[in-house]
Structure formats: C-alpha cells, structure tokens
C-alpha cells in the first residue's frame, strides 16, 4: 500500500503543480497568443472603420436598432454570472467541491464583464459621447437620461465590475504572498504590491475570512439585481415580445445555464492543457451537470410559460413575432437554439454515465453556449423586425464590420483568460490546501 505524504510533502505539491503554469511556457503558448492578437487587432480595424464611416456600416437601419452588438452584451453579461454563481452560491451552501473550479470561474467574470461593457462603446456610434451613460448629478433633468436602459446597464456594468473585482481579489492575496516569495522577474515587484504585506498571522486569515462572509451574499445578490436590470431593458417596453414580467428571472437562470456550460469548457481545456486531473476531477464535472439538469429544466419552464402565454391570448402582434419563431423567418435558427439549450441537455446530462465523461461535457457545454447566443438575439431580433405596423417589417443579417467585431471581441476575451492564467493561478493554492485538510479526516475514517 502506498503510504500517505505529510501535510508539508502534499503542500509542496501543490504548490508545484499549480504553479507550473505561471513558471513555464512553450511555443505553443505564443503562437496561440499571436493568432489571438491577431484577430483582435482586425477587430479592432473594422471598429475604428465603423467609427470613421458612422454605425451605417452595420445593417442597423429602422425599425432594427438594437441587434447583434447588444445581443452580445447580454450574452457576456450571463456568462460573466459563472464565477459568481459557482463562487459565491456554493461558498454560502459550503459544498467542499468547489474549490477547484472558483478560481477559473472567477477569472471567467471579470474578462465576460469586461467584453459586455466594450460592447456598450460599441453600440454607441459616437463612443466619444459615453459621458451620457454616467449617471453624473443631473439638475436640468437633459443628460444623462435616467429612464434610458442604456444608463441602467451602464450603472449595473460598474456596481458588477467593482464587486466582482473585490471578490476575486480577496482569496487571491494569500496566493500573491506565495507568488511573492516564488516568482522572480519583474512580476515578483507586482506581486509584492498585490499582497498588501500579507504574512499569514492569524489575524489577517481572520480579516480576510471575515471579508469574505461578508462580500459573498452581496455579490449573489448584485449578480440577480444585474440581470435582472438587463432583462427589464425590454421587458419595460411596449415592443410586442418584450413587454412581459418573465423577463428577469428569465435572463437571470438563462445567464447561470450559459455561464455554467462555459465553465466546463474552461475546466476541461485547462485541465487538458496543464494536466490538472489531481485538481480537477470527473466528480467536479459530474456535479456541475447536475447544476446544469436543474439550470435546463428551470429555463425550459419558463420558455414555455412565456410562449404558452402568448399563444393563448392570441393577441395579433404578439402571435406575428412567435409564428416568424416557430414557421417563418427565424425557424431555422429558432428549432437550432431549441436543439442546443434543451434538447440536447436533457438527452444526455440525465444519463449518468455521460455525466462522468468531460469531453461529452465540453461538446454540450459548446452547443449550450452557441444556442444561447442564438437565444439572445432572437429575443431582441424577430420582435424589431415584426412591429406593429406590417408596412415597418423588415430584416436583418449583421454586416462583415460587426461579424468582425463580434470575432474579434471573441478572441479579446479568449486572449485575456489566456494572459490572466499567466499571472494567477488557474486554481486557488490555499484553498485546494484547506480542502485537502478537510479531506483528509475523512479519508483516514
């Protein structure tokens, strides 16, 4: 029988293992990092033209003025809900199991965020007016205009950005001393400012548990009152189907289900690429289907409710925008989002064999993602192109400037995660050590 290693030799080893990533680096790194630059420097070529030329070079036209710059902003603001979902629930509810994944989850949030709120400069036309979104002292009630939703997501964006940021902050400052103390080079100076002098006393451990129980019940409720803003930007409107109270917690489930199917991509990429199987375990990804089982199910409810709703009260301009879902324009992507968001979930994720398998996982966390990208823009689409009056339909296809732009913000965010793992470990040192003590009663019994 093998024997077991000391609390200091299992230590050691882990330090080891997840530091490796930020100590060593291949080849195949850079040359990934180049192609990444390479589409956002292209992206933003074709934003820099869209600003010269005006946003005409979109296909925004009337009645069509929302569309796919604001569909990706809702679609990153629910991916950025990961982090703080997996993070902030599961350290209320004490599941042990989340340690090894909060920390990619995190990271996660902070970049989603960052990717919605250059979609909201995007969408603007005229970047250099943003000031009107700041929600600055307003005496001569002109600008900025608080009944915009463009002003509540842009107060949401920050309130969100600002938490999240304190939370991923906080149980990195134990890993920045280590870091501190590890790393050489010019990061060893950065690390030291990052680590606020942190030694490891009893009570700073204390502070710092302290500031956690506290900031973790705040940042799940910022993270519900977020999307549940972004839901009321058209639930609040009169546009036949927007104009529905279902809205919130509609966006709010829907951004936790894709925001966990983004999750399992992460981990199984980085578990592939940085051999993290001690870490990161089938049981993590087991778990995390469950989550999304239980995410399916809650959506699909409320999907059918919303669409039940409107077929029954059979009001004309609202059974214009379903029938174009279900048999006319938008059939085709709409029976694709269906087979994606649920269809394929629940055939699989309830089998409990598939449920240990991660690369299964990956490709359904994939076809999650891409039918809720689908999702978003036919909410905002189909009801712009059906308005009231039959004589305003129209159509929309995005142009070549914002397909570029949507590729490039793609590879930003991918860029950024991949920089960021460079910097921080992929998964918290001190954390995965407490656990392990945990264990290990458990264990030996």
Not at 389 to 405: A, D, G, K, R
């Amino acid at each position: 029988m093998k024997p077991e290693k000391s609390n200091l030799e299992a230590s050691t080893d882990i330090n080891r293992d997840l530091l490796t990533p930020l100590e060593q680096t291949d080849w195949t790194y850079y040359l990934f990092i180049a192609v990444l630059a390479s589409a956002v420097l292209v992206g933003a070529g074709a934003w820099t033209y869209q600003i010269q030329n005006g946003i005409g070079q979109t296909n925004l036209h009337r009645p069509i003025f929302w569309g796919s710059y604001i569909g990706s902003f809702v679609y990153w603001i629910g991916v950025s809900h990961s982090g703080t979902f997996i993070s902030g629930v599961l350290r209320l509810t004490n599941a042990e199991w989340r340690r090894p994944v909060t920390r990619m989850a995190e990271l996660m949030t902070i970049i989603s965020v960052i990717i919605a709120a250059l979609f909201v400069f995007v969408h603007l036309g005229r970047v250099w007016l943003f000031y009107y979104l700041i929600p600055y002292p307003n005496q001569r009630e002109i600008w900025p205009n608080f009944r915009s939703p463009l002003m509540w997501d842009a107060t949401a964006i920050f309130t969100y950005a600002t938490a999240s940021s304190i939370y991923l902050y906080l149980p990195l400052i134990p890993d920045f001393a280590l870091l501190r103390e590890r790393i050489h080079g010019w990061r060893k100076n950065v690390y030291r400012v990052l680590a606020m002098g942190w030694h490891g006393s009893q009570r700073q451990w204390q502070n710092l548990e302290t500031a956690i129980k506290i900031i973790t019940p705040l940042i799940v409720m910022v993270m519900i009152s977020v999307h549940s803003i972004v839901g009321w930007d058209f639930g609040v409107s009169l546009v036949p189907g927007w104009h529905s109270t279902i809205f919130a917690p509609y966006f709010v489930v829907g951004a936790v289900h894709s925001g966990l199917a983004m999750v399992i991509i992460g981990l199984y990429v980085l578990r592939k690429i940085y051999r993290l199987h001690e870490y990161v375990r089938v049981e993590h990804f087991e778990k995390l289907a469950k989550l999304l089982v239980v995410t399916t199910l809650l959506l699909a409810y409320l999907y059918f409710a919303e669409q039940l709703t409107i077929w029954y009260g059979n009001i004309p301009d609202h059974r214009s925008v379903q029938q174009s879902l279900l048999t006319g324009t938008f059939a085709f992507p709409f029976w694709t989002m269906m087979l994606c968001v649920y269809l394929v979930p629940l055939c699989t994720l309830t089998i409990p064999q598939f449920r240990r398998w991660p690369l299964g996982l990956m490709i359904v966390g994939v076809l999650i993602n891409i039918g809720m990208y689908i999702e978003r823009l036919l909410i905002m689409v189909p009801p712009l192109v059906h308005p009231r009056l039959s004589f305003q339909w129209s159509h929309y296809f995005p142009s070549v400037v914002e397909l570029t732009i949507l590729v490039g913000a793609l590879s930003l965010a991918v860029l950024l995660y991949c920089l960021a793992i460079k910097f921080v470990p992929v998964i918290s040192i001190w954390e995965e050590k407490i656990g392990r003590i945990h264990a290990a009663p458990h264990s030996s019994s």
